[in-house]
Antibody
């Protein structure tokens, strides 16, 4: 079954760090660029990061640059998001999403497969 | 990067057609054909409905269509059905090599 499954979300204190994971199954993660999108409670979607199929190129929203790091391990079919110096405004469901291009490059910047998300709550 | 502009809400009766506008600038929606639309039901992950302005993924009903004029993209849903009631988001690639979403539109089927 083709799917993405996120994990790693939890309740975390401000200023702490967290690493989220996204496990791909049913397809070869290494063929696709990947992204993270988050959604604060009751709010809209916010794109936060993207990474090329081979991990050599990374893109970040200005709002998170310097605190979030996207990475991938294609041998493990897994995407990651490291979130440092957590703030209350980082509280959100974090979704991983797959690029619409199945053939490595270029990135098409639309998301044809989404995971169910993992909830990060930043609270003391 | 500012969000794309969408109406907060739209509504229509079953069988009717509605359109949702998504307005950007020449640095995003107006400058690229990388405009997409997503449907999100409460508590669910978003679902791709339209990509590259007007293309429908396999499995998406042909009642959904997309278009663009200058800086404004539009999603049109014809023959409204109860299950179309959801939040809809547009997105666009930007000149800064980032992606921006619209604020979202809540569709109510009366």
């Amino acid at each position: 079954q083709v799917q993405l499954v996120e994990s790693g979300g939890s309740v975390v204190q401000p200023a702490r760090s967290l690493r989220l994971s996204c496990a791909a199954s049913g397809f070869t993660l290494g063929n696709y660029a990947m992204y993270w999108v988050r959604q604060a409670p009751g709010k809209g979607l916010e794109w936060v990061a993207g990474i090329s199929f081979d991990g050599t190129t990374k893109y970040y929203a200005d709002s998170v640059k310097g605190r979030l790091t996207i990475s991938r391990d294609n041998s493990k079919n897994t995407l990651y998001l490291q979130v440092n110096s957590l703030r209350a405004e980082d509280t959100a469901i974090y979704y991983c999403a797959r690029d619409g291009n199945w053939n490595y490059y270029p990135m098409f910047w639309y998301f044809d497969l989404w995971g169910r998300g993992t909830l990060v709550t930043v609270s003391s | 990067q500012s969000a794309l502009t969408q109406p907060a809400s739209v509504s229509g009766s079953p069988g009717q057609s509605i359109s949702i506008a998504c307005t950007g600038t020449s640095s995003d929606a107006g400058g690229y054909n990388s405009v997409s639309w997503y449907q999100q039901h409460p508590g669910k992950a978003p679902k791709l409905m339209i990509y590259e302005v007007s293309h429908r993924p396999s499995g998406v009903s042909d009642r959904f269509s997309g278009s663009k004029s200058v800086n404004t993209a539009s999603l049109t849903i014809s023959g409204l059905q109860a299950d179309d009631e959801a939040d809809y988001y547009c997105s666009s690639y930007t000149r800064s090599s980032t992606l921006v979403f619209g604020g979202g539109t809540k569709l109510t089927v009366l």
